[in-house]
């Protein structure tokens, strides 16, 4: 979008947000149930009579068979890193929400994001190459 190319693109907030606090590129809705923190004047999708919302999350990976007690390390210290107050601030800043979800959790957000788009991906005919 920045070097003209395209007119117009899906992204996360993330990735686009500074461009757009920098006049380089206009945020035209975010797809969130609800506005974004980090871009109070930007409505959402369902403000602007289309009706549809999506959101993104970031997930903590690791190989199959990872010791117990190494993903509860981790797990430990990433939810403890994520009640930092600063730490929540600079999520928010770039467009995101601060949340943590234990293993569990996070896999059963990622089964429920993939029922909800398995249909219109398939209906839309897409291939991946």
Known sequence: MIGGQIPLMVDTASETIEHHKA????????TGEQRNRALPDVPTLREQGINASADAFFGLYGPPGM???????IDRAVAD???DPALQERVYGFGLVPNHAAGPQLGAT??????????????????AE
């Open 23 to 30: 006049g380089k590129v206009r945020i035209l809705a975010v």
């Open 110 to 127: 990622q089964a429920e994001h993939l029922k909800k788009w398995e249909t219109p991906i398939k209906s839309s005919g897409f291939k």
């Open 81 to 83: 890193a994520m009640k």
């Open 67 to 73: 010791a117990a007690d190494v993903v509860a390390k």
